[in-house]
C-alpha cells in the first residue's frame, strides 16, 4: 500500500482525485460540489474504457520487451532550486533497473522512469538537472520591486510575476542568441497561502486588488546559461509585459456588439477588463499564443438566469467576495458581466503594446486548452474541451487561409483568423450493442472500446454576420451560450474533457479526460463505451483520428488509448503495452507532444496517494503505451505546462502547499526556497546533466 501524504485538515480523498478542499475551493469553486450543470438527457460517454485489452492489442503487447524498472537513482530538490542528489526509491513494477544500465524505451523516452512518492521536492531522473525559472513576485517589468511576502502591493504586483501558472509557451527571439520568450497564463490566486492572517469573510480592497493584478498572462524573456543549463528570467526586457484583471481586452467576432455582452461600462460590448481563470492554452503556426478562460463562473455572485445556472454560477455571494469592491463582479447589478468571460484570448507577445482578443467564435464555456492544427490549403482548427462533469469537447474551422510572414499586414490578417468559421461539439458513437456496456470494465464481445464520431455544426461566422445551425437560438445566442447549443444538438457527455493535442507526426487527436467521480453515480448519467468506469476516479485519454487525416473532416474514428490508475488494477489500459513495466497515472490534465511524437500527460489530483507528475508515452510502434513517469512535484502541488523541447522541458509547479489547514504561518511545503519562507508557485526548467537531447 502506498503511503498517503499526510494533510493538515480534511484528507484530499474526500474531493475529487486526489484534490484538496482548498484547491477545490480557490481554483475551480468547488465546481465538483456542486450540482451538475448539465441536466440535459444526452446520451452520456461513460465508463467501459478500463480494461480494454484487445486482442490485436495483447498478440503486439507479447512482443514487446519489457522496460526498465521504474524508479533507480532518482534526484530531487527540497527547499532549493538546485537540483541536488536523493534518493528516488522503489517504482512500480517487475523490471530490475540498475543506475549504470542504459534506459530503454522509445525514442525520448529513454530516461529511467522517477518512482511515485510524496517528496516535497521537483524529483527527477537520474542524469537530469533542473532550476527555478521564476517565482510567482519576481519583478519582471521596469520599477518592480523584489518580492516581499509582507509588503505586497497591487501596483507592486502588476510588475512582477503573477500567481499559479498553467499554460506555459516558448517562442523563438531572432537575432537574440541563447534567448527566448516566456508565454505564462496565472490561473488563479489562493489568498489563504498570500496573505498572513487572512480573513475570507473580510478580505481587504488591497488584498483584492493584489489578486486582480496577479491573475491574467505574462510574458517574458528567458535566457540559457550555456555552461550550465539554466533557463533564467531576463528582467525589464522590452518584450516584458503582465496583464491583469483590469488590463483591456477587446471582443471580436459574431459576439462583438451584440446586446448579450453590453454592460453599463461597456455601453457598446466591445472592450473587457480582465482575463480570468486562464488554464491551458495552445501556441499558434503564426507566433501567437492562445489562451483558455476556464473556470470563471466562480469569480461572479448572485446569478439568477436559467442561463447562469447552467454555467455553474451560484445564487449568492463568491468565496473571494469581488463583488464588493466592482460591481461588475454583481450579477445583480450588472447581468451581462459574466458574458463577456468564457472565451479564448489572443496574444501577440512579440507586440507589448497590442490588445489582447478574446474570440467569441469559438463559443463560451470553460475553455481547457486552445490548440492548433492547419488544413491543407492553411485554415486553422482550433480544438477545445470544457472542464465540467458531463460537458462536451469542440472544435473551430476558419474560413480564412493563414498568411506566411512577419509583414504588418500578414501578423493583423492572422489575428483576424479565429473570426471567422464554424463551431462544432462533438458526438461520440459506440460500435458495441449498449447491453454489452455495464460500466464495470468489462470489455464487450468485439474486445475493443472504440467507435465513430462525428461534428455537429453548432454556428457559422462571417465577415457579414453569423448563422445559426441550431435550432431555437439565434447565432449570437449560439456563441454566448454554447453548452446550451451542445445540450440541444444532443452532443456526447463527458469526464471533464481538459487538453486536446493534435500529434505533430501522425495528426492523431488526444483528449485528456481529467475523472468524473458522479459517473454512474445516482441519477447521473451511466456508463456507454467512450469513458471507463463508474465512478471514474483516474480518468482517461482518448485518440481521435479525424476522417482522411483530415482536421477539417466532420466524422472521425476514436478508440481507447490509456486508462488510469494502478497498473495492478484490471480496469487500467496502457494501448496494449504490459502493465508490469509502466509508471502508475492518475488524473491526466495537461498534455504536450515531443518532436518524436510521445504524448506527455501532466496529472491534476492524482488519486493514487502519490505526488502529482508529468509521464511521457509512446503513441506508435512496437512500444505504444509505453508510459513512463518523468518528474513529481511537491506537497500540494499540480503539474501544468507542460512544454517539451529537444533539450529542455518545462512545467509549471502549480499550487506548492496548497492542502487543508496551511496558511503562510503553517505551510505545507518548504518548496522552492527553503523553511522559513512564503511557498512560491513557479515555472522549472529540466535538462539532461551531459546536454543530449532529452530521453535518446
Request: proline residues 6%; glycine residues 12%.
Amino acid at each position: 500500500m502506498r503511503k498517503l501524504l499526510p494533510l493538515i485538515g480534511t484528507p484530499s480523498g474526500s474531493h475529487p482525485g486526489g484534490r484538496s478542499a482548498m484547491t477545490c475551493r480557490f481554483r475551480c469553486g468547488d465546481a465538483c460540489f456542486h450540482e451538475v450543470p448539465n441536466t440535459s438527457d444526452n446520451e452520456y460517454v461513460g465508463d467501459i474504457v478500463a480494461g480494454a485489452l484487445s486482442r490485436r492489442s495483447m498478440m503486439r503487447a507479447a512482443a514487446v520487451v519489457t522496460v526498465a524498472a521504474a524508479g533507480a537513482g532518482a534526484v530531487g530538490v527540497v527547499g532549493a532550486p538546485e537540483a541536488q542528489a536523493a534518493p528516488g526509491g522503489k517504482g512500480h513494477g517487475h523490471g530490475h533497473g540498475h543506475e549504470h544500465d542504459k534506459p530503454k524505451g522509445a525514442r525520448g523516452l529513454r530516461f529511467t522512469p522517477v518512482a511515485p512518492n510524496t517528496d516535497d521536492a521537483v524529483t527527477v531522473p537520474e542524469g537530469y538537472r533542473q532550476n527555478v525559472v521564476i517565482r510567482w513576485g519576481e519583478p519582471i517589468l521596469r520599477g518592480a520591486p523584489a518580492f516581499d511576502g509582507d509588503r505586497q502591493s497591487a501596483k507592486a504586483q502588476a510588475g512582477q510575476f503573477g500567481y499559479n501558472c498553467d499554460f506555459l509557451s516558448l517562442l523563438p527571439l531572432k537575432g537574440e542568441h541563447g534567448r527566448q520568450l516566456l508565454v505564462a497564463n496565472h490561473e488563479y490566486t489562493d489568498e489563504i497561502l498570500m496573505f498572513r492572517d487572512y480573513d475570507p469573510e473580510n478580505p481587504t480592497r488591497e488584498q483584492v486588488e493584489i489578486a486582480w493584478a496577479a491573475h491574467g498572462l505574462a510574458v517574458v524573456a528567458v535566457e540559457e546559461d550555456r555552461r550550465s543549463g539554466k533557463l533564467t528570467a531576463v528582467n525589464r526586457h522590452h518584450l516584458n509585459r503582465r496583464l491583469t484583471a483590469t488590463s483591456e481586452f477587446r471582443l471580436t467576432g459574431p459576439v462583438a456588439g451584440s446586446d448579450l455582452v453590453k454592460t453599463s461600462a461597456d455601453p457598446r460590448g466591445t472592450k473587457v477588463l480582465g482575463t480570468l481563470n486562464n488554464c491551458s492554452g495552445g501556441t499558434t503556426p503564426w507566433g501567437t499564443t492562445l489562451h483558455g478562460e476556464e473556470n470563471f463562473n466562480q469569480y461572479f455572485g448572485n446569478g439568477s438566469s436559467a442561463t447562469d445556472k447552467r454555467y455553474g454560477i451560484g445564487t449568492g455571494a463568491t468565496e473571494r467576495k469581488w463583488e464588493r469592491f466592482d460591481k461588475r463582479f454583481d450579477l445583480a447589478q450588472e447581468p451581462n458581466e459574466v458574458h463577456r468571460f468564457g472565451y479564448v484570448v489572443e496574444l501577440d507577445p512579440y507586440d507589448p503594446d497590442s490588445t489582447p482578443r478574446k474570440h467569441t467564435a469559438l463559443g463560451r464555456f470553460k475553455h481547457e486548452a486552445a490548440t492548433v492544427r492547419l488544413t491543407h490549403d492553411g485554415r486553422p482548427v482550433v480544438y477545445s474541451g470544457d472542464d465540467e462533469r458531463f460537458d462536451y469537447f469542440y472544435k473551430f474551422v476558419s474560413s480564412k487561409k493563414m498568411r506566411h510572414g512577419n509583414s504588418r499586414s500578414a501578423r493583423e490578417h492572422n489575428l483576424s483568423l479565429l473570426d471567422e468559421g464554424t463551431l462544432y461539439v462533438a458526438k461520440l458513437t459506440g460500435d458495441s450493442p449498449g447491453i454489452e456496456i455495464d460500466g464495470t470494465g468489462k470489455l464487450p464481445k468485439d474486445g475493443e472500446f472504440d467507435g465513430s464520431g462525428q461534428w455537429i455544426p453548432l454556428a457559422t461566422a462571417t465577415a457579414h454576420g453569423a448563422v445559426s445551425h441550431v435550432e431555437g437560438m439565434t447565432a449570437e445566442e449560439v456563441f454566448v451560450f454554447t453548452r446550451l447549443a451542445g445540450d440541444k444538438v444532443g452532443a456526447t457527455k463527458m469526464d471533464r474533457p481538459e487538453d486536446i493535442e493534435p500529434n505533430p507526426v501522425t495528426g492523431k487527436v488526444y483528449v485528456a479526460l481529467t475523472n468524473n467521480s458522479n459517473r454512474g453515480v445516482g441519477s447521473n448519467p451511466k456508463a456507454d463505451e467512450a469513458n471507463p468506469r463508474h465512478a471514474n476516479k483516474h480518468g482517461h485519454v482518448l485518440e481521435l483520428t479525424e476522417r482522411w487525416n483530415r482536421p477539417e473532416s466532420t466524422r472521425f474514428a476514436w478508440s481507447l488509448f490509456l486508462v488510469a490508475g494502478d497498473p495492478e488494477d484490471p480496469a487500467t489500459y496502457f494501448a496494449g503495452f504490459p502493465k508490469d513495466s509502466v509508471s502508475p497515472i492518475s488524473c491526466p490534465d495537461n498534455v504536450a507532444f515531443d518532436a518524436h511524437g510521445n504524448l506527455w500527460i501532466s496529472t491534476d489530483g492524482s488519486a493514487l496517494g502519490s505526488h502529482d507528475g508529468l509521464f511521457g508515452v509512446a503513441t506508435r510502434g512496437d512500444r505504444r503505451g509505453e508510459l513512463k513517469q518523468f518528474l513529481t512535484v511537491p506537497n500540494g502541488a499540480e503539474t501544468c505546462g507542460p512544454v517539451v523541447q529537444d533539450r529542455r522541458v518545462l512545467v509549471a509547479v502549480q499550487h506548492p502547499g496548497e492542502v487543508d489547514g496551511a496558511t503562510v504561518d503553517q505551510p505545507a511545503s518548504a518548496w522552492p526556497d527553503g523553511p522559513g519562507t512564503y511557498v512560491r508557485p513557479a515555472v522549472v526548467a529540466v535538462w539532461r546533466a551531459d546536454g543530449r537531447d532529452i530521453g535518446v
